[in-house]
């Protein structure tokens, strides 16, 4: 069966669709047809008459196979505020965005599903949150650490929230957002010590990404299949 990933931050702006846009780009390289997708998007522009964000539009772009914008981002609003806030019309809807999910797995071997904001950003005013989202879709977890000051305790949290939550947490992506932050190795060398799951890769600062040259950053290899058991099974 088709498998993903879905893929996390430990708070907003930090790099998730950077991190998301290299790992399309690190599977496509290893032969596989990838997409990514963002249930839940705001800050969204009008775009020829519909709400489109900037972040899942690249996601489209990047993708294996193209397909029509509402399958990637199904919930999109206007305002750059919280989704439960944000969403007095069209709130979100898990049910929903588990059957887009499952006709996303039939047109590519994986796919890769960015969250918004961090783990407990609220969706609705039902109580649903980020959690709730990745735990509909019963994906391993990819967790981006913007590396920047506060990024320790912000990471040891969302880590521990994340295994708290049952859900498997595959690794971790260092994301280098601040080109000058101070003892950046020791900062990472302390993450991996405190973090289970495995470093997958170290983004370096670049102020226009080449995704191409950061896939090359990503090691998989032994980490996920050995580690965690979250191997993706594909139609090849």
């Known amino acids: 069966m088709e498998q993903g990933f879905f893929i996390t931050g430990t708070d907003t702006n930090i790099g998730k669709t950077r991190a ?74 898990l049910p929903k965005i588990v059957s887009v999910f499952d006709v996303l797995k039939q047109h590519a071997q994986i796919v890769l599903v960015e969250g918004v904001g961090g783990w407990y950003v609220p969706l609705n005013q039902q109580g649903d949150d980020v959690e709730s989202m990745a735990s509909c ?37 260092a994301n280098c957002v601040d080109p000058v932050m101070q003892k950046l190795p020791e900062n990472i060398d302390w993450l991996e010590q405190g973090i289970i799951a495995p ?9 226009t990404a080449d ?12 980490h996920i299949n050995h580690n965690n058991n979250a191997v993706f099974h594909t139609n090849s």
């Not at 967790?143 to 939550?165: D, K, W």
């Not at 470093?199 to 102020?207: N, Q």
């Not at 191409?212 to 032994?222: M, P, Q, S």
């Open 20 to 93: 998301t846009l290299t790992l399309m780009h690190y599977f496509q390289a290893q032969g596989k047809t990838v997409v990514g997708m963002k249930p839940v998007a705001s800050g969204c522009d009008f775009i020829e008459g519909k709400l489109c964000n900037q972040d899942a539009l690249l996601l489209q772009k990047n993708a294996s196979v193209q397909l029509e914008y509402e399958l990637i981002n199904p919930f999109a609003y206007q305002a750059a505020i919280s989704p439960h806030l944000a969403a007095e019309e069209n709130p979100v809807v």
């Open 211 to 222: 995704f191409k040259v950061l896939a090359k950053t990503i090691d998989f290899a032994g």
């Open 137 to 173: 879709l019963g994906l391993p977890v990819i967790m981006v650490v913007g590396m920047r000051l506060g990024c320790l305790n912000h990471a040891r949290l969302t880590y521990q929230a994340i295994i708290n939550s049952g859900l498997r947490c595959a690794g971790w992506l």
């Open 199 to 207: 470093l997958l890769g170290v983004l370096p600062y670049m102020p």
